[in-house]
């Protein structure tokens, strides 16, 4: 994955590596795809509220638990623990994360999949002349195709298990420093567009202007599952690449960093496409084709927008890549460092299994949607169960495990490896993970699940 350390581990090459890689794994659909049709299905500006203090109260201190779990390991996510904490029970929190792993990365490929077929059609011109109503049908057609679809994702599935068996040195962690840029650049001309249309205010406060009457125990947790799916957080993502990372890191200011740059691409994919939303009548809670319905109407309507299209997906595309890597990575490592396969083994071994897993996901959008779990198809249950249940559980015990078994003295000699910090901060730290994190997130959790009725 990177070079290697005296010890003989990969480690990443340097410091923009790590934050590339790791703000690589958190901006991807979640961001640009997720977060704003969840948004507009959970009623805008209110959901967005809950989910930016969720960000910060505890996902920032929950992503530098995980970087201290696996830096101070240097194993993968069920090793992380198995060493930490030998003979107990925690490393039980590492195999839910690779659970979680398979089941996120197979709808994930799915939707990657639409994105390609996205590229395809751009290059093609097929938004050409469409109205939304034909844009909208010419997506729900599409996804539920038995063959277009599969295909596509198996191909974004066969790229991701490449990238990660060719090592992401010189495939990603090179590309990520051009391409990102580009894609905040790209979304900041659609930011513009968007806010320039006729009618764009609505859309603007719709995001903005919270009314939290709006707000229900479902779309609390919701905000809080995403805040976990968009910053790889709860199932050891960030303890494998945690992994990697040299021991000069200053790892508060990767987490920061990195919490930063995926909040604000976030917020700009939400001005690129709530604006155009309400100019041009779509449905805000349309669901998962939000995107893929309203960014085409934006680039019919624009000068340029032919090329602009094409450059969207493609980097829509490649901020997925950069995200599935990183899911792969964790069972990777696990197969690995736990049951002793050889990398390349272990690679071809999980894309084969999550891959298969996506195509029943991707089937289940179209000849398989009669068989459903709780309402739920295929794909919706595994998202569900992925981002609502296992990622804050994984979540809660993670800020458990710095703040109650870890201890202070580690969590410090670990944080100050890339320079010194104030007690206070250490307190502060301590107190979140120890009880403010565990403590929200259970709430939130039995509330959303409908086990706690306040
Ligand atoms: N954070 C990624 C996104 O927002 O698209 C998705 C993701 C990656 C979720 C890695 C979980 C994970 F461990």
């Given at each position: 994955m990177a070079e290697k350390n005296k010890g003989g581990r990969a480690e990443f090459s340097s410091k923009f590596g790590v934050i590339a890689a790791a703000a690589g794994s958190a901006v991807g659909l979640g961001n640009i795809w997720k977060f704003p049709y969840i948004t507009g299905v959970y009623g805008g500006a209110a959901f967005l509220f809950v989910y930016l203090g969720f960000i910060l109260a505890i996902g920032l201190p929950v992503m530098l638990s995980e970087l201290i779990i696996g830096r101070r390991s240097r194993r993968n996510a069920f090793g992380a623990f198995k060493k930490l904490a030998?003979?107990?029970?925690?490393?039980y929190v590492g195999i839910m994360g690779v659970g979680a792993a398979f089941m996120i990365l197979a709808f994930y490929g799915v939707v990657a999949g639409w994105s390609v077929e996205y590229v395809v059609l751009s290059v093609l011109n097929?938004?050409?002349?469409?109205?939304p109503e034909q844009l909208n049908e010419m997506f729900a057609q599409f996804i539920a195709a038995p063959f277009r679809p599969v295909i596509y994702q198996l191909v974004f599935m066969f790229l991701t298990g490449l990238i990660v068996m060719v090592g992401i040195k010189n495939g990603i962690e090179k590309n990520v420093k051009i391409l990102m840029p580009l894609l905040v650049v790209i979304i900041l001309v659609l930011d513009v567009r968007a806010v320039t249309l006729p009618g764009a205010g609505e859309g603007l406060r719709f995001l903005f202007h919270p009314d939290f009457s709006k707000l229900t125990g479902e779309g609390i947790l919701s905000a809080l599952g995403h805040a976990f799916f968009s910053l790889s957080l709860g199932m050891g993502t960030l303890i494998t690449y945690g992994s990697y990372i040299d021991k000069e890191n200053n790892l508060i200011n990767t987490a920061i960093n990195v919490t930063v740059a995926d909040t604000m691409i976030a917020i700009l994919a939400g001005v690129a496409i709530f604006p155009a939303v309400f100019a041009f009548g779509i449905e805000a809670g349309s669901g998962p084709g939000l995107v893929f319905i309203t960014l085409p109407t934006v680039f019919e309507q624009m000068p340029g927008g032919y090329v602009f299209s094409i450059l969207f997906f493609v980097l829509l595309t490649v901020a997925a890549l950069t995200s599935s890597i990183s899911i792969l990575e964790v069972v990777v490592a696990y197969f690995h460092e736990e049951l002793k396969l050889k990398r390349k083994i272990a690679t071809v071994f999980a894309t084969v299994i999550i891959a298969l897993l996506g195509v029943i996901c991707s089937l289940s959008m179209g000849i398989f949607e009669d068989y459903t779990f709780f309402d739920l198809n295929f794909f919706d249950l595994l998202d569900w169960i992925s981002a609502n249940l296992l990622l804050p559980l994984g979540g809660l015990f993670i800020s458990l495990f710095v703040g109650w078994k870890l201890g202070r003295k580690r969590v410090r000699e670990e944080i100050e490896k890339g320079g010194s910090i104030s007690a206070l901060f250490l307190s502060v730290f301590i107190f979140l993970v120890r009880f403010i994190a565990p403590f929200a997130i259970a709430i939130v959790f039995l509330k959303g699940i409908g086990l706690l009725n306040i």
């Open positions: 030998p003979k107990s029970m925690w490393r097929g938004f050409k002349s469409q109205s």
